[in-house]
């Protein structure tokens, strides 16, 4: 089993879906809420600049004969990692947590660690696939209030693939930290390996109402209070 520091570590990264907040709430009500509102979202916003450019490069890579809104809508029902999906995506996701259509699924024990892990010092950094805008968005308007000013970075695909050790020696790169001082929390054997192949220690979340399947190469916990335990991390008591 490899990613166990040899001493507690000074930054946390970590993973969204699967790990801080259920695989459930992405598949059953975000990508729904952004399918719902693609096309309405596009015929009022489709000339503003950010988003003419997410349908200039989703153009560029269609299928031949492919129509744009065809490739979006193949893209969500592939769960495709496309950066500019990834940027619309997130674009109908703010006005959804904007309005309170939408809420931030944390599991219960995500959001009084993080606190805790916050005040203790640490330095914590989320990596998810999902885009920067709408990893703030979720943190933002969540069920545990808003807790984007906990977090000192964010980082999406644009640093790289998640299951490429390349990404990881970046993120660390950009936290002006030592690999081995940074711990990635995932549900997702691949992108623990990756990690592990930088330096990073790294701890696979395995939550039994995610159906997570454990990974034998890396240690592994139920919840983040376990995770505390397990790297010498701050232990808040949580509620019954």
């Not at 166990?4 to 907040?21: F, V, Y």
């Not at 059953?28 to 979202?41: K, N, Q």
């Not at 024990?109 to 703030?136: E, I």
């Amino acid at each position: 089993m490899s990613g166990l520091a040899k001493a507690p570590p000074s930054a946390i990264l970590t993973d969204i879906e699967g790990t801080t907040s259920a695989i459930a709430f992405v598949k059953e009500t975000l990508f729904p809420y952004a399918e719902r509102a693609l096309d309405g979202f596009l015929d009022a916003h489709g000339e503003e600049a950010e988003v003419a450019a997410c349908l200039r490069e989703a153009a560029r890579l269609a299928a031949p004969g492919e129509e744009v809104r065809q490739a979006l809508r193949r893209w969500m029902a592939e769960d495709a990692k496309i950066g500019p999906l990834k940027t619309l995506q997130g674009l109908i996701w703010r006005g959804g947590f904007q309005s309170g259509e939408i809420e931030g699924h944390l599991w219960p024990d995500v959001a009084p660690c993080l606190r805790a892990w916050a005040r203790a010092g640490l330095y914590l950094a989320v990596y998810s696939s999902g885009s920067v805008a709408a990893q703030k968005l979720l943190f933002g308007h969540s069920v545990a209030g808003d807790l984007v000013p906990l977090f000192g970075g964010f980082f999406d695909t644009a640093v790289g693939g998640k299951r490429e050790a390349a990404s990881y020696a970046a993120i660390a790169q950009g936290l002006h930290r030592p690999p081995q001082e940074i711990l990635f929390l995932s549900d997702i054997a691949e992108e623990l390996d990756a990690a592990a192949h930088a330096g990073l220690s790294v701890c696979q979340l395995v939550r039994p109402r995610d159906g997570t399947v454990p990974c034998p190469r890396h240690p592994q916990a139920p919840d983040f209070p376990a995770v505390a335990a397990l790297f010498g991390l701050p232990v808040p008591r949580l509620a019954a």
